[in-house]
């Protein structure tokens, strides 16, 4: 099970793929186990795994990202600062100007003082202008702070950290690893670190328990479950569900103006299971689509195509969903992802 979503590029227009911290996060549970299991490749068909390890997903993603004398991280908040209206940038040069004021005449030093407060004046003013047409958006949210992740962060403890499995591949550590992931991925995107993020849920052939909030060990590995197509498995597939939900409300709460972080995001939630989970079979695999997009996705439809399970060449192909979120996204040069013969997207969706 995975999920996988970007946000707007209306919502953050001084950030792009090219400038942002990361051009992706990707953070799992059980992603690594039993050898590399990537659900997401660059265009040059290298794979990009997601991070299974939270201690070190965290130190990755947010250990430049600090207060301090200078260096990335300062810049960045100071960025942030400006850009929501808490600090200008007078603020962060007074010093030097005072130097610059020193070295002047009487005369002089007036004058260049009353340059300075004019120059603030007019960046006020266009803060008030800009506020007024709502024609920008900050760059992240108020609920940017990744500090407050620190103390929920699993470790090790006393699993000696060169064991097997490794300690974040054990059923007891994979409810707090599923929460914090979520927490992680949400910060990412309100700090303006990426726009683009996946969560992995393992994948369908781990012989490993899930445990959830909620959700305790069945005992059962998960591989297992699938072919079983128990009430246990079922459990599981609905906690996966929980966190999706967990995960947009959280969306919500984060505040972009007027709006929130949901409205200018896109998700794609989707399985690697299809109808008969005991065959591990691609056939009518379950997704949906959620998120605004800014508007450019309307909600609360569903789209239905039609489906033989005796016919698979009578299907639409799972490429065309992919290819469809790309062309939401603005990436109409796509045609097609993997099958060069599933070409272009689903109209029903795109519009």
Known sequence: MGISFTSSPKST?????????????????YSSFDGQKPVSFRDNGQPQPAQDNPGAAYADIFGSFTPSAGGSGALRLAQIDIQQGRKRIIDFIRDDLRQVKRKLGPLEGSMFEAHVLAL????????RQESI???????????????ALEGIIPTAGGVDPNSWP???HRTEATAAINKVNREMMVQALACGITRVGLLQYGFS?????????????SGIAYHSLSHANTPAFHAIQKSIMTEVAALITQL??????????FDETLMLVSSDIGENPNNHDGVNIPAFLAGRLGGKLPGG???EYAYDQYNSNANTPWNHLLVSFAHLMGQTDIQTIGNASFSGPLKEVVG
């Open 120 to 127: 603030d004046d007019l960046g006020k003013e266009i803060k």
């Open 301 to 303: 439809r569903l789209v």
């Open 166 to 168: 490794k300690w974040y």
């Open 252 to 261: 919500k709460g984060v505040k972009l103006g007027d709006r929130t972080l």
């Open 133 to 147: 047409s709502n024609q920008t958006s900050p760059v992240s949210s108020v609920s940017c702070n990744p500090k």
């Open 13 to 29: 227009p001084s950030i792009e793929p090219g400038n942002t911290l990361r051009r992706l996060v990707a953070l799992g549970v």
């Open 205 to 217: 052939d781990v012989d490993r328990e899930f445990t959830f909030e909620g959700n305790p060990a």
